[in-house]
């Protein structure tokens, strides 16, 4: 997000900034909104393991699976924010957007984590 927020703020297209484009803006809010709630689920999963309460399976499975799903978006809508750019290497959302692929498959792959929530609030244990 970072890197979208600097260069729609230096990147001027049609004598405005692309910050000051409405869509551009839309984007920005999603992917602050999105990444603060990755990072509320991980402390929550954190705070609670740290004082042995909650679902520590099921917590620590949604925070891996919102915030690896979440890293793919955030990503793909920085790319869309640097236009033909986001696929240059001169920028490094380009080499971010190949990396954030593995996050969603190391340490348990996506579908793995919604296994593990969806047991968890059927309530079944294998």
Same mark, same amino acid.
Do not use: C
């Given at each position: 997000?970072?890197?979208?927020?600097?260069?729609?703020?230096?990147?001027?297209? @049609?004598?405005?900034?692309?910050?000051? @484009?409405?869509?551009?803006?839309?984007?920005?809010?999603?992917?602050?909104?999105?990444?603060?709630?990755?990072?509320?689920?991980?402390?929550?999963?954190?705070?609670?393991?740290?004082?042995?309460?909650?679902?520590?399976?099921?917590?620590?499975?949604?925070?891996?699976? @919102?915030?690896?799903?979440?890293?793919?978006?955030?990503?793909?809508?920085?790319?869309?924010?640097?236009?033909?750019?986001?696929?240059?290497?001169? @920028?490094?959302?380009?080499?971010?957007?190949?990396?954030?692929?593995?996050?969603?498959?190391?340490?348990?792959?996506?579908?793995?984590?919604?296994?593990?929530?969806?047991?968890?609030?059927?309530?079944?244990?294998?």
């Amino acid at each position: 997000m970072e890197e979208a927020l600097a260069y729609s703020q230096s990147r001027v297209a @049609f004598g405005s900034s692309l910050a000051e @484009f409405g869509a551009t803006r839309s984007k920005l809010a999603d992917m602050a909104t999105s990444i603060d709630a990755a990072r509320l689920l991980t402390w929550r999963a954190a705070a609670n393991r740290d004082v042995g309460s909650g679902d520590g399976p099921r917590e620590s499975s949604m925070a891996k699976l @919102f915030a690896t799903e979440m890293a793919q978006g955030v990503t793909y809508e920085a790319v869309q924010i640097h236009g033909g750019y986001g696929y240059s290497k001169e @920028f490094r959302v380009e080499r971010l957007y190949r990396d954030v692929r593995v996050t969603t498959i190391y340490e348990g792959t996506s579908e793995v984590q919604r296994i593990i929530i969806s047991r968890s609030i059927l309530g079944q244990t294998s």
